[in-house]
Structure formats: structure tokens, C-alpha cells
């Protein structure tokens, strides 16, 4: 459920609008509607704490949310199987947005329900629940995903005709809610608006407060600079992905088949030998090693534009990116861990993670345009993307020796 959502608005509306004439930048441009995902932590506490009318005495408090973020989702994704996406592309546009907002408030319940699911004594399963959780992340995205692009791929079947069905994986995502159990762990405390300003200042102030505090100003700014730019090249490479693959010559089956479901499974698996190279490395040469690995994978893209539509290079493009893209994340996920207190894990965490998300989806918004600043030059733009992981990993080296001092206390605070 998680994942799926990013298929809509995604992956297969990017395939559509470039069969349907729409320019590149403009493809581009509707990375911004991801933003949501981005600032989806400054709405958490009303999913937190706010019982919704009716669904909440008949589903209880996380599943209140889900039914209510998937029934608006399945609704909008029917809606888009009833628009002409040329005359109507505004349109689409604010239902991408929509789409986009209640996902990322689902994201919310989903990471609740995850972990409340599992009582103190169990807390060891949390990283299982993780696991899975990112394994069903990839479903949606690439398994299911796969889907539309087998069926557009030469039938009588229309990317509307695609959208309706994917409507009706919907039904079947929200039936799986309802048939499920709600978590019996949940005990929000009501909000007291009345406290507003210490509800404020517990929830956002005193976070950012101690973070800054803990890390010293000079440290703390470079490394939320890294953690904003470390993904940008990879998102404006992942972002012009299917329509680079279509303008190269790539079928719908192509699409289907390799960046989708070989992606699928290459993910799942090179996540977890990646967390054991990682391990051996240390978080900081793990990112550093992984960053480099992740731009190199990017040239794999620029050979492609060079040869043209080879399965066989895009097979083996498609397994190099999902090891690095793994790898990098990874260490990525370690990292963003590590800096968080313990007094403020949950908060610290998200504010950090929004950080490099909104990174990610802001500038890669502009993707489309550098491609049509460089006249349909593809290989320059992967070089490019290539490039654009550079700052960030120098940031990274000039801070080697105070972030390994705090991995070190990291790991034996772990041990302890």
C-alpha cells in the first residue's frame, strides 16, 4: 500500500504523458507533487491523535486512517481512467497532487500500525517488521507496478483502461484493511490545544534544539547539506527513467519486465547483502564506497543512450543500479539512525528523512528541463547525474573524522 501509490503518479503517468506529446519538462516538473512526502511529519500528530467520525468506532484508530487515505485513493486513481491526459493535463496534475497527500498521510498510519503491532518484550522483531516493510514497499512499486506495462504493450488496452484496473487493486488493498486486526497497543493522548504552545515546542522545537546542541552548529549544517544532496542524482536519474527508456526504443514489455520486476527482486536482495557489507565497513566508508558505486552505476545509463535499445545492457544496467541504489540506501537509512537521540528518535528521524526527501523531489523537478536544455542529449545527462553526487561526498570527506568519532560512540552505546 505504500509503494503502490507511487506507481500512479509515477512510473506509469510519466509512460502516458510521453506517449500522449507531453514535453519533458513538464514530465519533470510533476516530481514536485512528491513533496508531500517530504512535509508529511507536520500533519503526523492529527493522525496521530485525531479519531475520525464514524470510521474510527468501527475500525479503531490506524485503520480509521487507512480506509479512509485508500477509498480516497482508489476514487481519484478511477477518476483518471474517465481524462483525456492531453486536453485535460491540469487536471491531472491536481489529482497527482491529491493522490501524492493522502499517501503520504497513509505512510503515516502504515508506520504506526508497523510499529505498534509488536509489544515491548518483542522489540527485536522491529527490524524483521522493517524488512518487510520495504520488501512490501518494492511490491507495490515493481511488482505490481509491472502490470499496466504489460497490458498497454501492444492490445487494445489504453493507459485509462490500465488506471481502472489499478483502481481495482485498490478495492483489494482496502479490503485487506478491513479484514485485518487494529493494533491493541495504541494510547494516543488526546491533544489539549489549550497546551498548544508545549505540545509545539515537545514535538519540533526541542528536537532540532538538541540536535544542533549535541552536534555543534558546524557539524550539524554540513551534515544536513550531505543528507540533502547525497540522493539528487539518483532521483533526477530515476525520475526521467521511463521516458529515456521509451525514447531510446524500449517497449512496454521492456519496461515491464527489467527496471520493473528485475528491480523488484534486485532490490530486496542487494538491501540485505548490503547491510552486511556495510556492516563490515563502518556507516562512513559504507556511504563513501556506496556514493561513488551509485554515480558509477549512472554511466551504465549514458552507455545505453550510446548503443540504443539493448536488453541484454539493460539487464545488466538494471542489476549494477539496484546493488548501488541498495547499498547506498542502506547506509543512507544507518546514517540518518545514527545521528538521532534517543530522547528524540521517532521525531529526529523524520525531520531528517524529510530533509533528504525534499531534496530529492524539489530539485529532480527539474529534470525534465535539463534534458531539453541539452536537446535530447541523454548521454551528457547521465554524466551529469553522475556528477551531481560529488558535493555531497565531499561534504562527507571533510567530516570523515567527526563522523567516525560519532559512529564509534554510536556502536558502543548500541553495545551497551
Request: proline share 2%.
Amino acid at each position: 500500500m505504500s509503494g503502490f501509490p507511487w506507481v500512479l503518479i509515477s512510473s506509469v503517468l510519466s509512460a502516458w504523458m510521453q506517449e500522449a506529446g507531453v514535453s519533458r519538462s513538464e514530465i519533470g516538473l510533476f516530481a514536485a507533487v512528491f513533496a508531500a512526502y517530504s512535509v508529511n511529519f507536520l500533519w503526523s500528530p492529527l493522525v496521530e491523535r485525531l479519531k475520525i467520525p464514524l470510521l474510527f468506532r468501527l475500525f479503531g484508530q490506524r485503520r480509521s486512517w487507512l480506509v479512509l487515505c485508500a477509498t480516497v485513493i482508489m476514487l481519484l486513481t478511477a477518476s483518471l481512467s474517465q481524462i483525456d491526459l492531453a486536453n485535460d493535463l491540469w487536471t491531472v496534475a491536481l489529482i497527482a497532487v491529491l493522490i501524492a497527500l493522502f499517501s503520504a498521510t497513509q505512510d503515516i498510519a502504515i508506520d504506526a500500525f508497523r510499529i505498534e503491532s509488536f509489544a515491548a518484550h518483542e522489540a527485536r522483531l522491529q527490524s524483521a517488521g522493517a524488512a518487510m516493510a520495504t520488501a512490501g514497499w518494492w511490491t507495490g512499486y515493481s511488482g505490481l507496478g509491472a502490470i499496466p506495462f504489460f497490458l498497454v504493450n501492444g492490445t487494445s488496452w489504453q493507459w485509462q483502461d490500465a488506471y481502472l484496473l489499478l483502481s481495482g487493486v485498490l478495492a483489494v488493498q482496502l479490503l485487506v484493511v478491513i479484514l485485518t486486526r487494529e493494533p491493541t497497543r495504541y494510547s494516543a493522548v488526546q491533544l489539549q490545544f489549550s497546551r498548544w504552545q508545549d505540545w509545539l515546542k515537545a514535538s519540533a522545537i526541542d528536537p532540532i534544539t538538541e540536535f544542533f546542541k549535541r552536534s555543534g552548529w558546524k557539524l550539524a549544517v554540513g551534515m544536513l547539506a550531505f543528507i540533502f544532496l547525497f540522493k539528487i542524482g539518483e532521483a533526477f536519474l530515476g525520475r526521467m527513467s521511463i521516458v529515456f527508456y521509451k525514447e531510446i526504443g524500449f517497449s512496454n514489455d521492456d519496461i515491464g519486465l527489467y527496471p520493473k520486476l528485475v528491480t523488484w527482486w534486485v532490490t530486496i536482495i542487494f538491501a540485505m547483502l548490503g547491510s552486511f557489507v556495510n556492516l563490515r565497513m563502518g556507516i562512513v566508508r559504507g556511504l563513501l564506497t556506496g556514493g561513488v558505486a551509485m554515480a558509477a552505476s549512472n554511466l551504465m545509463f549514458a552507455w545505453i543512450a550510446v548503443t540504443g535499445p539493448s536488453t541484454q545492457l539493460l539487464l545488466a544496467t538494471v542489476l549494477v543500479d539496484g546493488f548501488t541504489s541498495a547499498w547506498s540506501t542502506v547506509a543512507f537509512v544507518a546514517f540518518i539512525s545514527m545521528l538521532c537521540s534517543r530522547t528524540f528518535t521517532a521525531t529526529q528521524y523524520a525531520l531528517l528523512a524529510s530533509l533528504g526527501n525534499l531534496g530529492r523531489t524539489l530539485l529532480s523537478s527539474y529534470s525534465g528541463i535539463m534534458v531539453d536544455w541539452l536537446e535530447g542529449d541523454w548521454q551528457t545527462f547521465f554524466v551529469v547525474t553522475a556528477l551531481m553526487v560529488i558535493p555531497s561526498l565531499l561534504i562527507l570527506f571533510a567530516l570523515r573524522k567527526p563522523l567516525t568519532r560519532l559512529e564509534q560512540a554510536y556502536q558502543d552505546d548500541l553495545k551497551r
